[in-house]
């Protein structure tokens, strides 16, 4: 198991709107890029993500009940060697299982941005980025279809204590999106860069 964890602090604020009057927001979520920050201190200092999101019918979201009772967001985990470095590792191979799906790209001197997760796979057995994909729960504890929108901080735990022993100075940037219950993708956000020195 990683080493590194990630974990998401639910900021579910009274920007999670269910409005009276329908804004007309699509089905499918939709999200923005906010910020990104160092959070914490010392030695537990984490990247922390946030996102403005809306969705028309409020289905964003996986509680327990969901990985237990609906086969398609059950965890299927599989033993795969990295072809890279020869290192074997379980991982979890069902695209469904988690619903905000980051990925993390990096330059070091030159303007170039390229995947961090092939850079640190070829340097170490340890897969450090597997989980950084998560599930946030639901927002609509409702159950009642309502359009909901507000703002969601993903803390990434561990990442940035790791690069910053692991590079002298590199600079970060992110792609995310997240996936509602029924399987709608949002749009892609790319953050803003991040000097990690």
């Known amino acids: 198991m990683n080493m590194l964890q990630s974990r998401l602090i639910i ?12 804004p007309g927001f699509p089905v499918s979520p939709t999200i923005s890029f906010k910020k990104i920050e160092v959070a914490g201190s010392g030695t537990s200092q984490n990247l922390r993500l946030i996102l403005y999101f809306t969705d028309g019918d409020g289905d964003i979201g996986l509680n327990q009940q969901d990985y237990t009772d609906n086969v398609i967001f059950m965890p299927k985990y599989e033993r795969v060697e990295n072809p890279k470095s020869g290192c074997e590792d379980t991982v979890q191979t069902n695209p469904n299982f988690n619903n905000i799906e980051i990925d993390f790209f990096y330059k070091l001197k030159d303007t170039t941005f390229y995947p961090l997760g092939d850079t ?8 450090v980025l597997a989980s950084y994909n998560g599930r946030f729960p639901r927002l609509n504890t409702d159950n009642v279809a309502q359009p909901l929108s507000g703002d969601l901080s993903y803390d990434i735990v561990g990442i940035y204590t790791f690069l910053k022993k692991t590079f002298k ?29």
């Not at 640190?120 to 897969?127: G, S």
Request: proline share 0%; with cysteine; charged share 25%.
């Open 120 to 127: 640190l796979d070829a340097l170490t057995c340890e897969n």
């Open 169 to 197: 100075k590199i600079t970060i940037k992110l792609k995310v999106k997240i996936k509602d219950r029924n399987l709608n993708v949002s749009n892609t956000v790319t953050t803003d860069t991040l000097l990690i020195l």
């Open 11 to 22: 900021v579910i604020l009274c920007g999670l709107t269910a409005c009276r009057k329908d």
